[in-house]
Structures are given as C-alpha cells and as structure tokens.
C-alpha cells in the first residue's frame, strides 16, 4: 500500500536523533536532509556530532577551555563537548530536546544526560545554576527569533552563577531568506526548518543564524556584555556572553555622560 512509503511525521528533532544513533551503533556517518521553507535545502552531516576535529576544532577547544566549574551543555547531540567537559574535570549536565539523543548521551558515557528544553529554563526549573552555559554548533538558533532570544537570555541570567558566563557559537546567515539579497537586517536570520532521514520527517521549526552584531544588540537588551572570543574563515564566531549584574548603575553612568 501507498500509506507504507509515505514519510512517518515525527517531532522536530528526531530526524536528526535518529541519524545519530543509527552511525553509533553502526559506526557509519549519516547524512540528514535539511530543507528551509523557501525551498533551500542543503545536508547535515552525523560525524561532526562525534568528534571535536571537525570543521570547527578551533572554536570547539577554545570553548572548551572557556567553559569553568559547572557547566550546561545546550542540545548535546551525541554528547561530543560534554564528554570532553567531563574528562576535564567538569560536573556537566547534558540536555537535549530529544530523549533518544539524552539516552545516546548516557550510553556514551554522559554522567548526567537529561531530556529537556532550554527555552522552558529559568530560575524555578530544577536544573540548579551554573558557572557556563554552553551552546555549541550554533545551537543558540532554537530561540527561532530576536523577540525569543532576548527573552531566552533573559531567563538563562537566573541559572548563572555571579560571575558566569553563556558561551555562544553562531554564523550569519549565508544565503538569503526568500531571495532578498538586500535585506540585512536581524530578522533576516530568522528561517523556518525541516530535516527528513530515512522514514522519518520531522515538523517545521523556527531557526536563527547571528551575526555577531545583532547577537552583541540582544545581549546588550538582555543586560550582557558580549566579548568575541574567535572568527574562523567560514564566518562562525565563537562569544562568550556575561551578565551585567548592575544595569541600572551602568544606565545612570550613561545617562550622567549624556547630559
């Protein structure tokens, strides 16, 4: 029957969770297909997830020599930065959407892997806080938008420990949203997703790709200040963002300089 070949409808992220545990049991790289909502498509490649030799080793070791005490490892995948954390003495927590990928992260040895999604974290949560948060292979694109962002940041200040910092890989958009060369603005980051692998094809998702410059605003609205730490050649950029514990006495210097 037809219905037997017809894609299986699954969340957003299982797609790519799936792909991730088939190349661990197997030992295969996978390929995920990655489709943009005005047609754009392009492939996500499984090995990158295993490995911190890829094509962003320099902005991997740099992160993980950035990343202190306890650390929140954001969408951990195959669980290839916590691991390293954990080997370097780090208490880490590894989260992700997806309970396979949590589950991949503890049969790979992840101390402590959890299913769980950061833009439902704040204060209240029983996630504990953190000296460094970590959001690695431009994961910080879930907020799926300016408004969302800031708000994610927002909350995330209540995890942190005086002192800590959100460490933030990202890239801006390289091709265009619906074609518009000339749109440069922040919103134009912002694209919708798609991922199908094999029988499987996840629902639409929001995205968003940062250029340094409109991550460096948000920070700035949602009380950071935001060093770049590297720029690799292919345009993603490694920052590390620290939150200001007195916005009000840095607005009243401002607005003393202003007058």
Partial sequence: MLVNFWPRRVGP???LAAALLDHHRSGRARRVKALRADGISFEIETEEYFTLEGQLAELD????DRCRGRVLDV?????RH???LQERGHDVVAIDVSAVCSALC???GVRDARTFDVMRLDSDEP???FD???FGMQTIGVAGGMKPLEELLRRLSHCLEPGGELIVDSSALREAWDGDEEDQSPSRGEIVLSTRYRGLRGESFPW???AEEDLADCAQRAGYEMERLARVESGEYLAALRHDLNPSLNEESEGGIES
């Fill in 132 to 134: 460094s948060i970590f």
């Fill in 13 to 15: 992220a299982e797609p």
């Fill in 208 to 210: 968003i790709y940062l």
């Fill in 75 to 79: 969408g951990a995948g195959a669980g």
């Fill in 106 to 108: 503890r049969l790979r």
């Fill in 82 to 84: 916590s691991l390293a």
């Fill in 127 to 129: 996630l504990g806080r």
């Fill in 61 to 64: 070791v740099l992160s993980m």
